[in-house]
């Protein structure tokens, strides 16, 4: 696919060319990570200004959106990308794999450095979700800053730079240009544009902006910083549709990958594969996609963690923005419910009125529905405008209902919808279905035909 820049995105990616350090505050949708891929292959074989670039991102960012969003565009198909994750064996291999970006998930920071001291490589560094550094006390914040001599060129990326406050830059502006506009130290800068707030005698629990901080902070950083919000700059239509993909690891691929062979291996060959068959095998596939599957005794037994990762990491990604989360079976509830109970968010299962009225208030933060009770005669317009689902099903109807909860009249913001698909399984044909239209359930039916196949095939080589 051509790439064709809309003009804020050649301005970011000259920006990107021009500046050694800068922080690209842009909206989700407005295009990151392909302004940023661009400039990279620019720099690159354009201007021969980089030679190794460091992409550092969430970990389930890290294993596929990169290397997906390379592959979709012409101008940089041809960037070779090395994914450092796994093992620590796997991680050293695959830095001394020859590639034009690495790409680390941001737990392995403090790793990397350590691994490397002062031999480090990498002439230009990029962080995905720049905020995931904005604790200047945390490890990965001092390591990254302990390298940043070594960095020639950095870039970091986020669409909420400051997410509970003013305070959350120091960490990032410090990483772009080593404290020299917001001062070298966090408590100098707290104490120049803070007065202490909530305290008792001893404790000073919360810090409050002064007249005037944050006008004098955005004009201290705004030759390094780009902030665009996409009502501004991008004619957004009134729903947009964010893809993430999930990869299963090695454990959860094979056990995926075995029980679609036994189950197709099981069926009859000479019987023609119907509606009814197809929904089952489906079914079985789809849970296991999830993470998890229903045994004989109607228990479920968990297999795996990769979905609930990415979910976890694009909720946070999100920050604090409310979230209407579906989902498709009842392990899938479960098993979210426990993820979510592990942080400070306002979770609420979908069950009546009083939870209608308290998202559209703004009392939740993550709502959990089934898209068969919450298709029709909801309003929750008024409490957010990020719909998350954690499963697919094949139901056309239910689908663009559910997403009709937050899409219509009265909603202020542009609607977000995001899918979350653990790729070569049963969810990347669900999705397809569904953007087939009046066709899902014929294409659902022939996508499995093809899958049935493909696997007798492999199984009759053998």
């Not at 201007?47 to 190794?52: A, D, E, I, W």
């Not at 305290?199 to 006008?215: F, H, L, T």
């Amino acid at each position: 696919m051509m790439f064709s820049p809309h003009p804020y995105q050649a301005y970011c990616m000259e920006q990107l060319k021009q500046k050694p350090a800068l922080g690209l505050f842009l909206d989700m949708g407005l295009g990151k990570t392909i302004i940023t891929l661009s400039a990279i292959a620019q720099l690159k074989y354009g201007m021969f200004c980089v030679n190794k670039v460091l992409v550092i991102a969430p970990k389930k960012v890290a294993e596929a959106t990169w290397q997906r969003e390379a592959a979709k565009w012409d101008n940089v198909r041809f960037l070779r990308i090395s994914t450092v994750l796994g093992s620590a064996t796997k991680r050293v291999k695959a830095l001394n794999t020859p590639a034009d970006i690495y790409i680390i998930n941001r737990e392995n920071v403090t790793w990397l450095v350590d691994y490397y001291k002062n031999a480090w490589p990498f002439d230009m560094v990029v962080v995905d979700e720049f905020s995931s550094f904005k604790n200047h006390s945390a490890k990965r914040f001092k390591s990254l800053a302990a390298i940043r001599p070594h960095i020639r060129r950095i870039a970091g990326l986020t669409g909420t730079p400051s997410p509970n406050g003013l305070e959350d830059l120091w960490a990032q502006v410090y990483l772009l240009d080593a404290g020299e506009r917001l001062g070298k130290y966090f408590t100098c800068f707290r104490s120049r544009y803070f007065d202490p707030g909530r305290r008792s005698r001893d404790v000073i629990y919360s810090y409050d902006a002064k007249d005037g901080a944050g006008e004098a902070i955005m004009a201290k950083i705004s030759d390094i910083c780009i902030s665009m919000k996409s009502d501004d700059y991008l004619q957004l239509p009134d729903i947009t549709y964010d893809d993430v993909p999930v990869i299963l690891d090695a454990r959860a691929q094979k056990a995926y990958t075995e029980l679609e062979r036994k189950m197709v291996l099981q069926l009859d060959q000479e019987k023609v594969i119907d509606v009814t068959t197809a929904a089952g095998l489906s079914n079985k596939l789809q849970q296991l996609a999830n993470g998890a599957i229903y045994d004989e005794d109607r228990s479920w037994v968990p297999v795996h963690d990769c979905k609930i990762e990415a979910f976890m990491e694009l909720i946070e990604q999100l920050n604090g923005k409310s979230a209407l989360v579906f989902y498709n079976f009842r392990h899938d509830l479960e098993r979210l419910e426990a993820a979510l109970a592990k942080t400070k968010l306002r979770v609420r299962r979908l069950a009546g009125p009083e939870d209608e009225k308290d998202w559209n208030a703004g009392k939740i933060d993550i709502l959990l529905a089934h898209p068969a009770s919450a298709a029709y005669g909801l309003n929750l317009q008024e409490g957010g405008n990020h719909v998350v689902w954690f499963g697919l099903n094949w139901s056309l109807e239910l689908y663009q209902q559910a997403n009709k909860r937050l899409h219509r009249q009265g909603q202020k913001e542009k609607v977000i919808i995001h899918h979350l698909i653990c790729e070569g399984t049963r969810d990347a044909d669900l999705l397809e279905a569904l953007k087939q239209k009046d066709k899902a359930q014929e294409y659902v039916l022939a996508s499995l035909k093809a899958r049935i196949e493909r696997v007798r095939l492999e199984a009759r080589k053998k």
